[in-house]
């Protein structure tokens, strides 16, 4: 017995001790300290403390490896709020006007951008430019061409850019791709994604083109989008898409209520997608492949996540998923891990190029080749 | 105790009474002789006698209303086996070049046509020519111009032509039609419809262009094209469709392996649909309203169909769709029975008209609009 439990401890060990030796990278502190043992827990300044940042506040709570140490808001009144809940000192507090001084903060390793849309580019190009790891919320951008700058500066600067895809680390989702990456569902022919929701508050910078960068897609169709890419295993090169608007009123000019689109992959598979903010009920994945099918519903929603495949149901635990996603994004960010979907600025970029294609398409009727150039 | 019988057996005795008397038109019976007692059973004829008029045939011992009484086949050794199995007699055994006798056949009131897709039109002209009423199987022709001969030269005999839609008759299907157009969904946004198998044998009529008139739509797409009709209650304006074809081997020139297409609605609300031959595992409708959704997998295999919607699991009881397809087809030939989801040539028609839009669209790449003209 004592020789078996020296074995697994030396395993254990070994396991634990190999990524946080072998993934520390120069840069992986590049804009702090050098590491002590206390120093394995990614220090995260919050920027934007809308109800998408409390969810993460909430769900950071349990985290392990990542903690807030920093908020940056225009609103004074939220800042002191938050400082009290998560215990900020005064000084790793800041605005819009004064963040660039976060370049001088050891307090803070990382930045999550959870602001409009549209604000994520200047943002992103400043919290790089002032030596910190972004995190940034999806959509990175409102195009392709900003999520390029931003790829750019964070790869000029040294700092990580990683987007704010939760699904990546879910339990069901990977499990999902682990079968179809090794085969399990035979070679992969369709994909349907369909992500809407009803929204609501007409007044929300959601509807606002200027800050959301378009309607419904960059919200929730982004979710089709890019789940497409992790559940076929393959990025699409075309794409077709019709815009629906029965509510001209509450989604004007340049934000989308309802668009279908459909894409091709290389290998021949195809996907059909919906995104819409004029619907309910609507989270649902579909994967088939030639020996078998895969399904999520809901799919993509804060869990618990349902999923069942030709083999039966899945339905595995639920954590919270910006717990974990937030734990693997300090292993990734501290210890140079390497997710099984990537999560880093060109995954987020190749998504822009899409949403730029699907955009083209609705404008011109027209199939419309995505070059990811 | 004894009124409230009384009470009981008479309005039973009405409500069975009514369609029988009121239902029925004088011609209805334009080609037989006047009805008897006895005569209150359709005596059909089945035209091909390959694997699904099998099918229809086993399901038809069940009838109450309807009959095997005749057969019409290119091949004598099946007739011999057909006369055994239903004790039908030499006289009412014909082939393709003689069958047009059968309009001096009084033990026969239809045909119901089984055979390859682009068969169904000259047949149907002939048999409406006999004077004998029509059942023909889906698709009713290889195009609107042909469905449309096929509804005038019905018309102008004075006899009916119906289509061989199971599905108008299935229980799950009739509640969901029912739900919706009593408003339990809310105002129909969305619409989708997965139709598909993998194909076998590759030498079948269903892969030879001449025959089937194209490939997969034809035979399998056409659920979703009808199914997304009776679902939303409307019929499509718009269309716009993508083909891929993975195998041009097996699938040649104008035999669709897999088409995705997407169609638009007056109200607004919109369908995406697939029809393929090369995924199993495909057999879904979802319609999705502003208070509820229905969905169905398997949504029109021969069943049993699984049914659910927003208050929960329908999964109403299966009964052999064919069965029950043939008995409401006597009802409607023999009583003038109106059924809740129509199966007449217009309806036919109607499939046909948007097949004929979505090969357009694919060949064009552009959005088509149905017009029913």
Same mark, same amino acid.
């Given at each position: ?23 520390? @990278? ?13 120093? !394995? ?9 809308? =109800?998408?940042? /409390? ?31 998560? /215990?900020?000192?005064? $000084? ?5 006007? /004064?963040?660039?001084?976060? $370049? ?38 409102? /195009?392709?061409?900003? *999520? ?53 508050? &007409? @007044? ?9 960068? *378009? ?56 996907? =059909? ?25 809901? @799919? ?5 996540? $349902?999923?069942?495949?030709? !083999? ?26 390497? &997710? ?30 995505? !070059?990811?150039?």
């Amino acid at each position: 017995m004592n020789s078996r439990r020296d074995f697994l401890q030396k395993i254990t060990a070994t396991a634990f001790s190999i990524p946080l030796v072998a993934g520390i @990278s120069p840069k992986s502190f590049s804009s702090t300290s050098l590491p002590q043992e206390n120093d !394995k827990v990614l220090r995260v300044a919050l920027m934007g403390l809308g =109800s998408y940042a /409390n969810r993460v506040a909430d769900a950071m709570k349990d985290c392990k490896r990542a903690k807030i140490t920093g908020v940056i808001s225009g609103t004074p009144s939220k800042i002191k709020v938050w400082q009290a809940r998560f /215990n900020i000192p005064d $000084k790793n507090c800041y605005n819009y006007e /004064n963040f660039d001084a976060i $370049k001088n903060n050891p307090d803070i390793d990382a930045v999550y951008i959870i602001t409009p849309n549209a604000l994520h580019h200047p943002q992103c190009l400043r919290v790089a430019a002032a030596g910190k790891h972004v995190i940034c919320e999806k959509p990175m951008s409102i /195009n392709a061409k900003e *999520g390029r700058e931003m790829v750019e500066a964070c790869k000029k600067a040294g700092v990580h850019l990683l987007i704010g895809y939760r699904m990546h680390f879910e339990a069901n989702t990977k499990e999902i791709v682990r079968m179809r990456s090794e085969g399990e569902l035979g070679k992969i022919m369709f994909f349907q994604g369909l992500s809407g929701f009803i929204i609501g508050d &007409p @007044s929300q910078w959601r509807l606002n083109r200027e800050l959301a960068g *378009g309607g419904a897609m960059m919200d929730i169709g982004i979710y089709s989008i890019n789940g497409s890419r992790y559940m076929v295993g393959e990025d699409p090169i075309w794409v077709t898409a019709q815009e629906t608007k029965t509510d001209p009123v509450k989604f004007k000019e340049g934000v989308d209520e309802t668009i279908q689109f459909q894409m091709g992959f290389p290998s021949g598979a195809v996907a =059909s997608c919906l995104s819409t903010y004029s619907m309910n009920y609507l989270d649902k994945f579909y994967l088939n492949g030639k020996k078998g099918f895969a399904e999520m519903q809901p @799919s993509t929603g804060y869990g618990p996540i $349902k999923s069942w495949t030709h !083999k039966g149901r899945l339905d595995l635990p639920h954590v919270t998923h910006q717990t974990t996603q937030m734990d693997e994004m300090a292993g990734i960010i501290l210890d140079g891990k390497v &997710p099984m979907i990537p999560v880093d600025g060109e995954e987020g970029w190749k998504d822009m190029v899409i949403i730029d294609a699907i955009f083209e398409a609705v404008k011109t009727g027209r199939k419309v080749e995505i !070059k990811y150039v």
